[in-house]
Every structure is written in structure tokens, then in C-alpha cells.
């Protein structure tokens, strides 16, 4: 049996940021916000505002999904939470009533899987918002609550509104109490959460911060319990660096992987990339690789972990936690397409952060979260082209997607690469350089004696 | 048809505080407390404290609550909240996690009538608690909030947990934001969450401080939702004096009869009342009255409202917003018992605070919110028969239920009167004085010629 779930070697992932994809016709859950007060959709997003994307408008769009050759939904979290990005939950078991609650939710899950699309929620379990009912018991009740294990308080009352926060808090950010993950009551709080889901009809989770809760143990019993309940759900961690921890089997099936994409868009990107833009958001600072030096990066990747991981790795350029891709690339459409072929090319599953496929511009957050454009006209067709047909190629090559990598040459700006699996192999050339590469390069065996080589 | 629900008129009550009655064993929902962290039953009661009493509680003693005679409870709020008595609602679509969630009312719902007992529950529907999720959205995103007009907000950020509350509150307690009930979307969510019980199987609702929802319009449509899901659905309202502007037969059935129970306080107790505890309460100053006087008292609220409400009244002498009966009435048994009696022989329906059955002690809140005692030994039995034969009586009178109230007699301390209802009469005679009483009274055609008066 394979160590991750067979689907996501199959997968391509499209990452939906619930309240700036679209705004469809549907019912709100209680209670309800005023449509009016939303903000407007073209307008820059602020920090606190929301512009009412729902679930009901992901249905309306879900062909257009399909079409582009996706085939899993990633959410950011869709839970009720008082924040526009949802990170900060308020209650784990309600969908965000913006966002038409639970009853969206299983019409979405119903559409999706009718159209053979995947569905995959964020957890965040190291913390939640202030404004959740059991840290909202203590704030009231100081230490007369009987919520006081929950999480980890230094003093009373709680500063939870002023000063600095007298408890546990993510990065000391008092509007987000850290969990106690050492008291019973939590851990089945949070577990149940992640069955609960599952029960519903979801077919993975991502981790948000996981490293965060510094546990094995903890993790090791997520996994137990969400397996239990669907065997082939996945189990994706926010592990921006080395994962091994996580990848061994018994923890999570994969992690997001920002270190391909960070190479990536060092080799692709080149000079072009905006270095002091990616350094500002959790990307770091990108080093401009050429080939050879980039081939290393990926290859001690793939070597890190077990294939059945390595094929099953989120594999990500941007997200909603990095500027937007073209903005990255500072409108350059050519690296643009070259950097989602790659992306596409490479073992693993791609991701694709809403937006990137039409050139949707943005920096820093706020703005990596503008409201999707629905107006075709504005529209970068050519990115949009190498989606669909890097899909197609992707589905039509198991080889894209289980087979081996090997390098076949690595020089300056030329990268040539051979997937491997079985009796079939596939071979990418990239020319990061503006000059046109007429690539000659040893096969070594890719090819068995007498089999044709085909230009796809 | 009548205007009220008929069994109301059939009905005695025994309304329980939740978090004090009993801890049961069933599962609490979620996020759960930590039991560990509850205070001592027997400890007095604190303000902020929470000993844990739940639905399951009340499951195991519903046959000591048939037993007592009693066929409705009405309960204090159950619903999600950060209090011990749960008027600061955070979900109004949750029971209280500490009392077992959802699945233990809807198991609590079927015992009960299993056994013939209905279930009323408590909808505070002006404010909410400012841990619930709209509030907390304005909170964390001032001017940028989709919620703004779900309250009457008067400046930015908001002054929730220090300062005077920039927002309308109730009594200008920051904990208790007031609703803007003239936003559809308000209206909206409050008339849904009663239609939702009603659903759920519930039998009615008492509504805490109706009056503060000025809206005769708001009430009316409530009134119209809650019967078109169940005709029979109690409407009773919290008014503590003339109730006439609700009392029309397009709002509430009845309202809680407080003074009611203020005259009988002011008869039965003459100068055995402490009258200083009283008037620091809801109660407030109550008068000493003569049978003359409180006979008279009664008969203007008779004449007051249509018989059908009347009938149909909560009748009351203490609740969780009064000091105990026996306490008032400084632990004279005789009186405890004489009040009770003369309750259960009124025209309304009576309604027994728990543990005013067994001679709970106890004076201004927090205190009249003690945790029942289980152990008899402790019981003042002669309360307990006194509740259990009048309820026998009551349920075997139907004139006692319907029956008109007709003055016999009124003089200092001795009052007799009649309740006559078609071919039935019945006729209670009450001394408050220690001199025992033989009454002589003139019967002005109560009974029929040739009737047999008998004494039970």
C-alpha cells in the first residue's frame, strides 16, 4: 500500500481564498452580515474588510475550475472567524456564515465531487480567535472560568483587548490564544474537529502552523483518527523548510512545498524576480540559481523523503501568504508561463493560488488577495493557455506524475530533465535565457534501444 | 378558539436554573469544560462561578419533577454563553456545551414528554453577550465590519471591556450590546432562532425583557412565526407590572404574574415578609395587605386581561431574579406553605422556583441560585407535601384551572373566596393569622340548591 493517498499523485490543486473568489447567489447562514456593508470588489483590499466571496459563488465557478484541468480545491480556512482570511476561528464546527454555513459547504462538496474535484480545508489548530467561546469564558469569568486549562494564562484578568497579552498567543498576537494541547479536553476538541470534516465529505486537510503545536504525538493521533475515518484523506503541513519530521510515515502525507517553489522562481525568475519583494513575505530571501545548482536543490529534495511523498508534495510557486506570481516576476509573461510548466513538469502535485492562471497582480498582504476579475477581457489569455495545456499534458503522462527525476543537463540557463516510471520516460528541455536553445543532449538510457522519442 | 394554549391552563411549572439543579452524568458537548474546574455544589455561589449542573441532570430527575406534580418546566437560558446564568447568549442555535449541547436537549425534550411534562425555554432576544459572533466581528474590524448595523454603534474602536460602552446596551452594560431589531437581517436571525426550537420540539418561550424590544410590530410577527410552527407554542412574556399593551391576543399568551406574587407575599407574609430583602430586588417594596386589599389586587387583574389569559397567566412567587421563598419569609413553614397553597388555588398557572420545594435557602443573587440539595435529610418535607397535594387537588379540580375567582369573604386576616366554573365550585378559605379560624361566611349561590358541599 502506498504511504500517501494515490489521488494527490494525480492531483492539481487550485488554492481559493474564500472571501475574494466570488460572490454568488446563495443563502447566508445566521447571522448574516448586510451585503451592503461589503466592501467593493475591484476596490484594493484593506486588512479588515471583506468583499463577500461565498461557497455559493465557488459552485457557480466550478466548471471553469474543471475546465482549466483542476481537479482539488485547497481552501484557506472557511471556518466562522471574525477575520476576512478566516485564520482566526471563532467556531471550528460552523462554516462562516458569509460564506453560506454548513449547508454551502455540502452543496459545494456534492458539486465538486460530481465533477470529480477534490476538496481540501485549513486547519488551525495551534490557535484560535479571542472572540472563541472558551477563551471568551475566561476573559468573563477570570479564574472562576472552568476553561481555565484551555490555554495557557499568566495572569487575570486577561489582556486580551489592551497592553500585552497575559496568555499564550501565536507570535504574542493577542487576538490569537494559543491553544493547551496538554489538557484531554483540547486535544478531543481538536481531533474531533478533524474527524468531524472528514465525516462531512472533505477530502484532506492542510495544517496551518503545525510545527507550532511541538508534539509529535499530537499529530501522530490526527493522523490515526482522520485515516480511521477516510484512509485516502490527505494530510498537508505548513512546513515552509525541512519536513522530515513530519514525512515519516506517521504524521503528515506531505507539506507545502515552498522550498521547490523558492527554487524555482530562482532559476525561472532569474534577474527579473523581485528579490526585495519575495524578502519581505514568508519566501525569504531568493537566490538566483542557474541549472545545475537548481537540479541540486530539487534532486536533494526528492532524495529527502520517500517517493510516495515526494509525488504526493503540494508543490507551490505563491499563496496567499506570498506576493502574486506575475507581480513576482514583474510582469513578465514568458517566465510567468515558464515557472507553472516547470511547476507542472516537476514530481508533485501543483498548486495554483487563484488568480495566477489570469495574471492577477499583487504584493504584499493585503493586496496578494484582491478580488478574482471575472472580466475576461482583463484577462492574461497566454497564462491561462499554459495552464490548460500543461493540465492536459499532466493528466495525459502518468510518467508527469509517478515517474522518477533525473537530470539529464544542467548548464547556465538550460535545464533538461527526464521523468521516469516504468517503461516510459518524458523529457523537459528549459531555457531561462532570452536567447532560443536548440538543446543536444545525452539521453543516457532514458529510452529503451528502439523506442521514439515524441515531442509533446 | 382560545386565544391561549389550553394546556397552560392545565399547566404547573417548575422553572430551573440550570448550572445549580444537578450534574448528571452525559456527555457535555463542545468545546467542553474541565469538570475538575467547577466549584463545589455545595459552595455558596459565586458570580462569576459555575458548579455544572446540566440537561442531563434534569433527564435523571424528571421523574422526582412528575412526581411533585409538576407537567411544564421552564427553563432558565440554556443556550451558549459565557455566564453561569446564560443571559449573555454567544450562539443562539447551540445549547451551552457545559449543559451537553444540542443532543442532550433533544434527549431531554423526549423524556420529558415521555412522561407528560413540556419543555418552555427562556429567549433573551434585546442583547447579546459581546462574545457573540456579530459583535466580535465589529469589534475586531470597527468601520470596516459587514455587521455594523446589526447594533447602535457610536464610535470607533469600540470600548467593549474597558471605559463606558460607546454602543447601546442593556442598562449600559458593555457585556450586553443591544440589537438594532430594525435591521432586516436582525430580524431576521431572532425570529429564526425561535422558529428553530419550536422545530426542534420545544413548547413555548419566555422572553426576558420583552418591553426593551419597543417594537409592538416585532412581537407580532414573532407571535405569528412561533404558532405557524406550533399553535399550542406558550408566548410569556417578562413583565413585572401592567402587561395590557402585550396582552391583546396578537403578542404574548400571559406574562410571568409577578404581581401577583407580590400580593400574595404582601397577605401571607404580613410582618413575618422581610420586605427589606424584597425591595432590593425585582420584587421591590411590597405591602403589607389585608385580605380586603389583596383580594381587590386580584380582582383588578382579573378583570384586566381576557379570561383565557388570565388562566393562561405565570403565576409566580419567586424566581432566579428574587430572593428565596423561604427566605422572605424568614423560615416560617406555615407561611412557606399557605403561600404555595393560595398559588396553586388562583386562576393562572403556578410556577414553582426549584427548590422553594424542599426550603432552599437563600437570599440576593448569587445566592438564590444555590445547587439543589439531593440529600432528603436536608428537605423541609412539609413544603414537599404541601406542593405535592395541592398539585393532586389542582389536577383533580378542573375548576381550580378555569374556574372564575368569586370573593366570599375578605376581612383582616381571612379571605375566602370561590372558583365556580360551569356546575363546579370550590371554595378556599386562607388565615394568615396564628389564631386558628373557623370560618362562618355567606355562600352567595356558589353552589346550586341541593348541592353537597364537600371538603377536600
Not at 524555482?264 to 524576480?273: D, H, I, N, S
Not at 517517493?307 to 508534495?313: E, L, R
Request: glycine share 8%; hydrophobic share 40%; net charge neutral.
Amino acid at each position: 500500500m502506498s504511504l500517501t493517498p494515490d489521488w494527490v499523485k494525480d492531483a492539481i490543486f487550485y488554492q481559493i481564498f474564500p472571501d475574494r473568489f466570488r460572490q454568488g447567489a446563495g443563502p447566508m447562514g445566521m447571522p448574516a452580515p448586510l451585503r451592503q456593508d461589503f466592501e467593493p470588489w475591484e476596490a484594493t483590499p484593506t486588512l479588515r474588510g471583506f468583499k463577500g466571496g461565498n461557497l455559493w459563488g465557488v459552485i457557480e465557478k466550478l466548471d471553469y475550475i474543471r475546465e482549466l484541468g483542476f481537479n482539488a480545491i485547497y481552501f484557506c480556512p472557511i471556518f466562522a472567524s471574525t477575520a476576512n482570511h478566516r485564520y482566526h476561528t471563532t467556531d471550528y464546527f460552523q462554516v462562516d456564515p458569509m460564506l453560506g454555513g454548513n449547508e454551502a459547504l455540502r452543496r459545494l462538496i456534492e458539486e465538486a465531487h460530481q465533477r470529480g474535484i477534490r476538496v481540501v480545508l485549513d486547519a488551525v489548530l495551534n490557535h484560535c480567535s479571542r472572540g472563541h467561546f472558551a477563551f471568551q469564558n475566561i476573559l468573563e469569568n477570570g479564574r472562576f472560568s472552568p476553561y481555565l486549562r484551555w490555554f495557557h494564562v499568566y495572569g487575570f484578568p486577561l489582556n486580551a483587548y489592551s497592553g500585552k497579552a497575559n496568555y499564550a498567543a501565536w507570535w504574542d498576537n493577542p487576538e490569537l490564544p494559543k491553544f493547551n494541547t496538554s489538557t484531554q479536553e483540547v486535544r478531543d476538541y481538536l481531533l474531533r474537529v478533524a474527524e468531524f470534516w472528514i465525516e462531512f465529505g472533505i477530502d484532506g486537510w492542510r495544517l496551518d502552523v503545525p510545527n507550532e503545536i511541538n508534539d509529535d504525538s499530537f499529530w501522530q493521533e490526527f493522523r490515526r483518527r482522520v485515516k480511521a475515518k477516510n484512509p485516502q484523506a490527505y494530510i498537508v503541513g505548513e512546513i515552509w523548510d525541512d519536513a522530515r519530521r513530519w514525512l515519516q510515515g506517521d504524521q503528515f502525507d506531505a507539506v507545502m512545498n515552498y522550498p521547490l517553489g523558492r527554487a524555482v522562481l530562482g532559476f525561472v525568475g532569474g534577474e527579473t524576480l523581485d528579490k526585495d519583494l519575495a524578502a519581505k513575505s514568508g519566501l525569504g530571501r531568493i537566490e538566483s540559481l542557474q541549472a545545475l545548482a537548481f537540479s541540486h536543490r530539487l534532486e536533494d529534495m526528492f532524495d529527502r523523503y520517500h517517493w510516495d511523498i515526494v509525488t504526493a508534495q503540494m508543490n507551490l510557486l505563491t499563496s496567499h501568504d506570498t506576493p502574486r506570481l506575475i507581480t513576482l516576476l514583474r510582469k513578465d509573461l514568458k517566465r510567468t508561463r515558464l515557472a507553472l510548466s516547470l511547476l507542472y513538469t516537476l514530481p508533485g502535485a501543483p498548486m495554483v493560488y487563484y488568480g495566477d492562471e489570469i495574471g492577477l497582480e499583487g504584493g504584499h498582504d493585503p493586496d496578494n488577495r484582491r478580488g478574482m476579475i471575472w472580466r475576461e477581457e482583463l484577462w492574461q489569455k497566454p497564462i491561462l493557455d499554459s495552464i490548460r495545456h500543461m493540465a492536459r499534458l499532466r493528466q495525459g503522462q502518468p510518467v508527469l506524475r509517478r515517474g522518477k527525476y533525473q537530470r539529464l543537463y544542467a548548464q547556465d540557463g538550460h535545464l533538461a530533465f527526464a521523468r521516469i516510471h516504468e517503461h516510459q520516460a518524458l523529457v523537459v528541455t528549459v531555457n531561462t535565457l532570452d536567447e532560443p536553445w536548440k538543446p543536444v543532449i545525452p539521453l543516457h538510457g532514458v529510452w529503451a534501444r528502439g523506442q521514439e522519442a515524441r515531442d509533446l
